[in-house]
């Protein structure tokens, strides 16, 4: 089981960019990887994932806008976000899955002003 770091959240005004980075302690190539968000009072969701084959998917409230990616020799992912908007402030977690092995990162805050 990997353990995962976020790094790169932090305060934009809206319309603004970020990149968050989830650095994992070992060998990713095999995980299937995601980013959820969390924003007060409410579930965390499922923002973006990336397969072990580089497949990726998106919310409907990010597509166009977010982007994932994963770099294996270098063992982390990350989200690009773009035309960020208030709705987007949430705290946002990386999540490693292999099987039955599930891995979460502490979150990284990401705050939008409108």
């Known amino acids: 089981q990997v353990q995962l770091v976020e790094s790169g959240g932090g305060l934009v005004h809206s319309g603004g960019s970020l990149r968050l980075s989830c650095a994992a302690t070992g060998s990713i190539f095999r995980y299937h990887m995601n980013w959820y968000r969390q924003a007060p009072e409410k579930q965390r969701e499922l923002v973006a994932s990336?397969?072990?084959?580089?497949?990726?998917n998106y919310a409907s409230s990010v597509e166009g806008r977010f982007t994932i990616s994963r770099d294996n020799a270098k063992n982390t992912v990350y989200l690009y976000m773009n035309v960020l908007k208030p709705e987007d402030t949430a705290a946002y977690y990386c999540n490693a899955v292999l099987r039955d092995s599930i891995s979460w990162g502490q979150g990284t805050q990401v705050t939008v002003s409108s």
């Open positions: 990336i397969t072990n084959g580089f497949s990726t």
